[in-house]
C-alpha cells in the first residue's frame, strides 16, 4: 500500500477534521514535549558555550608553583625551607620529563599579591598587576586578543620591551578610539612598546584579569630583578592525562630541592583538564537531564495520543469490522491506524521543533545584538543532529501510541458490521 | 459453489457450550438465487458469518469455490472475502465520509487497484445499478433505496463468486423492497450466485429455493418453481 495515498489522507484529514478540539488538546501535549525538549536543548547548548568559552584555549595546562615551607626534614635538611625555582629547572623539566610538550617559567608583580607596577602613558597613569607572556599566552589563559598581537617566540628570545595590555588598561591609559598598538608605556620607568590588547573570558573575574600587563617573561624578570622562576606553566603531551605530569614533575621537583616525597604543603599545582573535565561531566548531566525531562514529557504527550487513538478506535469499530468484512486485513488495519498516530505526533511535533527553534534563535540573536551574552550563556542554539534526533523521538513516540489502539483495531471482529445497528 | 458438510459450532458461553450448528449440511450450485430463513436462535447469523467467512466452523467441511475453508489465518480470511465474496447489509454500512463511487471503490482499494482503475470501475457499477448521476453524493445525501443501490454496486464491483445479502430490504419500505429485489433478480439473472438471508417471506419467495434453519439444522429446503 502506497504511502502517498490520496484516499488514505483524505480519510485522515477528515477523521481529524470531524474533532478539532479533541485533536488539537492531543496534539498540544506532543507539541509540548518537543517545544521543551528544542527549548532546554537549546539553552543547555547556550549554558555550555558559556562554560566553555570561560575557559582557555588549551585545556590540560599544568600550574607548579612554590608554596609553603617545608615540614619533613628530608636528607639532613631541615625543616622551614621555602623552594626558590630557577631556568635550570625549567630546562630540567623540559629534558627530564618526556609527556612535556611545553614549558615556560612564569613570574609576575602585584598579582599573588604586594602592590601593581606603577604603568605610565603621557598624562595618564595607572598601577596594575604585571605577569610573564610567552608565545602561545593567549591560549594558555582565558583571553582573546581584540588588537594588535600577542606576544611571540621573538619577543621571548630577544628579550624585547613589548607588551600585551589587557582592555582595562587600554581604558585607562588611552583615549577612547586612540590607536594604542605601536606606542609607547613606561612599566616602572622602562619604556615598553605595546604590542596587543586582550579582553578576559574568564567566568566571574574579569575585570581584575583585564587590569593587568603581560611582557616576555625573561624581560619581566629583568625589569623588575627577579632572578628566580615564580611558577611554571606546562603543556602535556598530546594524549596524556594531565594529572600524570602533574606528579612527575612535582616528584622532579621533590628531588632536586631535596625535598621528602611526603612533604605535600611544598609545591601547590592545579590542572586545568581536571577543572575542565568536571564541567564537561556537569554538561553531560544537564544535557541528559534535559533530554530525560522532554522525552517524558514526548511520551506523556504519546500516550495522550494514544488514549485519543483508542477512543478513536471505539468510535469507528463498525466501521474498521466494515474494511475487513470488504478485505481489509489485519496489517492494513494496524498500517491505517498508526497513520493517523504518527500524523498528530509528527505533525505538532514538528510545530514545537519548529517553535522551539525559533524561540532559541531569536534569544541568542537578542544576545549577539546586546554583545555577546551574559557570563554562563552565550550563542543556545538547536543542532542539526539534536533535530534529527527529536524527529526520531516523534515518529518513535507517534508509533508507539499508535500500538495499542492498531492492536485493538486489528483485532475488532467483521461481524460487528453483519450486526444491525 | 458452496458446499457445506455436517457443520458444527459451538459458542463458549460459561461452563456449558452452546451448540448453535449441530451439523448443517448445504449445497448452493453457481448462478443460483437462495434464501436462507429462520426464527431468531435458529443458528441464521452464524451460519451466514461461517458462509461469510467471518467465522470459523468447530466441525464439518465447508468448500467455497472449489476451495477448502479450514483454519485460515485472519489474513488470509480477508483476501478470500475480498476476491470471493460481496456482502450487502440490512443497514447499508457506508462510510459516511466518502462519495457514493469511493464507497464502491473500496473492495477494489484492498485489492491494489490503482486509483484511476478503481474510479473507473466503481463508475461503471453505480451506472449498472442506475446511480450515474449520484456518483459523488455522499450517503447523508441519498434516499435508504439508493444506498443499498450503492451497497449492491460495491459488493459486485470486485468481481466475487457469491454475493451474500444479510437482510437486504429490512430498513427498506415496500416500494424499494421491490425495487432491490428487482436490482438483485436482475444481477442473478447475469450469473451471480446471490443468497439472502431474511426473514421476509415476499422476500424469500421471489428466490429460486428456500432453506430454512431449525435448531441448527436445515429443517427444509425446496424449490420453487415459480421464481426460476
Do not use: C
Not at chain 1, 188 to 208: H, L
Not at chain 2, 15 to 30: A, C, F, M, N, S
Amino acid at each position: 500500500m502506497a504511502l502517498v495515498d490520496v484516499d488514505k489522507w483524505r480519510e485522515i484529514f477528515s477523521t481529524l477534521g470531524r474533532h478539532k478540539l479533541r485533536t488539537g488538546l492531543t496534539a498540544f501535549g506532543v507539541f509540548w514535549g518537543i517545544f521543551m525538549l528544542t527549548v532546554l536543548l537549546g539553552a543547555g547548548k547556550g549554558f555550555q558555550n558559556g562554560v566553555i568559552d570561560g575557559f582557555p584555549r588549551a585545556r590540560n595546562t599544568i600550574f607548579v608553583w612554590s608554596q609553603g615551607a617545608t615540614q619533613i626534614p628530608y636528607e639532613g635538611l631541615p625543616t622551614g625551607r621555602f623552594m626558590q625555582f630557577t631556568p635550570e629547572d625549567v630546562e630540567a623539566i623540559r629534558k627530564e620529563i618526556p609527556t612535556v610538550a611545553f614549558v615556560r617559567g612564569q613570574n609576575s608583580v602585584g598579582v599573588w599579591g604586594g602592590s601593581g607596577s606603577y604603568v605610565v602613558r603621557k598624562s595618564k597613569s595607572g598601577t596594575f598587576g604585571v605577569s610573564g607572556g610567552f608565545a602561545g599566552v593567549e591560549d594558555i589563559n582565558s583571553m582573546r586578543v581584540i588588537d594588535g598581537r600577542s606576544i611571540n617566540a621573538l619577543d621571548e628570545q630577544q628579550r624585547r620591551k613589548v607588551a600585551l595590555i589587557g582592555q582595562r588598561v587600554r581604558d585607562q591609559l588611552f583615549a577612547p578610539g586612540e590607536n594604542v598598538i605601536g606606542q609607547d608605556i613606561t612599566i616602572s620607568g622602562i619604556a615598553f612598546t605595546v604590542v596587543g590588547v586582550y579582553r578576559s573570558t574568564q567566568d566571574g573575574n574579569q575585570q581584575q584579569e583585564e587590569e593587568r600587563l603581560y611582557l616576555p617573561n625573561d624581560t619581566l624578570r629583568k625589569t623588575f630583578n627577579q632572578p628566580g622562576i615564580g611558577s611554571f606553566v606546562i603543556l602535556p603531551k598530546e594524549g596524556v592525562q594531565a594529572k600524570a605530569t602533574e606528579d612527575e614533575i612535582k616528584a622532579l621537583l621533590a628531588r632536586r630541592k631535596k625535598v621528602s616525597p611526603d612533604d605535600k604543603g611544598v609545591f601547590g599545582s592545579f590542572n586545568m583538564q581536571e577543572q575542565f573535565e568536571k564541567v564537561g561531566g556537569l554538561l553531560t548531566g544537564i544535557n541528559i537531564f534535559s533530554w530525560v525531562v522532554a522525552i517524558g514529557t514526548i511520551f506523556a504527550g504519546a500516550v495522550g495520543v494514544g488514549n485519543i487513538m483508542l477512543i478513536v478506535v471505539k468510535e469507528r469499530t463498525r466501521e474498521i469490522g466494515l474494511r475487513k468484512a470488504l478485505g481489509a486485513t489485519p496489517g492494513s488495519i494496524v498500517w491505517m491506524i498508526m497513520q493517523e498516530s504518527v500524523f498528530i505526533t509528527a505533525m505538532a511535533g514538528y510545530l514545537g521543533l519548529a517553535l522551539g527553534t525559533f524561540l532559541i534563535e531569536g534569544i541568542a540573536k537578542l544576545l549577539n545584538a546586546s554583545g555577546g551574552g551574559g557570563r554562563f550563556f552565550t550563542n543556545p542554539q538547536v543542532d542539526f543532529s539534536t533535530a534529527l534526533v527529536a524527529l526520531a523521538v516523534l515518529v518513535v513516540s507517534g508509533v508507539l501510541a499508535s500500538l495499542m489502539p492498531a492492536a485493538k483495531a486489528a483485532a475488532v471482529n467483521p461481524i460487528v458490521a453483519l450486526q444491525d445497528e | 459453489m458452496i458446499t457445506l458438510h455436517d457443520i458444527h459450532k459451538y459458542y463458549r458461553t460459561g461452563d456449558q457450550p452452546l451448540h448453535v450448528l449441530k451439523g448443517v449440511d448445504l449445497h448452493i450450485r453457481e448462478g443460483e438465487l437462495v434464501a436462507i430463513m429462520g426464527s431468531s436462535g435458529s443458528g441464521k447469523s452464524t451460519l451466514l458469518n461461517i458462509l461469510g467467512v467471518l467465522d470459523s466452523f468447530d466441525r464439518g467441511t465447508y468448500t467455497l469455490a472449489g476451495q477448502a475453508i479450514g483454519n485460515l489465518s485472519e489474513t488470509d480470511s480477508a483476501r478470500l472475502r475480498n476476491r470471493l465474496l460481496g456482502f450487502v447489509f440490512q443497514s447499508f454500512n457506508l462510510l459516511p465520509f466518502k462519495n457514493a463511487a469511493e464507497n464502491v471503490a473500496l473492495p477494489l482499494y484492498y485489492q491494489g487497484v490503482g486509483r484511476k482503475e478503481r474510479n473507473y470501475r466503481a463508475e461503471k457499477f453505480l451506472d449498472m445499478v442506475g446511480l450515474s448521476d449520484r456518483k459523488t453524493f455522499m450517503p447523508n445525501q441519498l434516499s435508504g433505496g439508493q444506498k443499498q443501490r450503492v451497497a449492491i454496486a460495491r459488493a459486485l464491483v470486485a468481481g466475487p463468486k457469491v454475493i451474500l445479502a444479510d437482510e437486504p430490504t429490512g430498513a427498506l419500505d415496500s416500494k424499494t423492497t421491490q425495487e432491490i429485489m428487482a436490482l438483485l433478480k436482475e444481477i442473478h439473472s447475469r450469473g451471480n450466485t446471490l443468497i439472502i438471508v431474511t426473514h421476509e417471506q415476499d422476500v424469500a419467495n421471489q428466490t429460486e429455493r428456500q432453506i430454512i434453519l431449525k435448531d441448527g439444522m436445515v429443517a427444509t429446503s425446496h424449490t420453487q418453481p415459480q421464481a426460476a
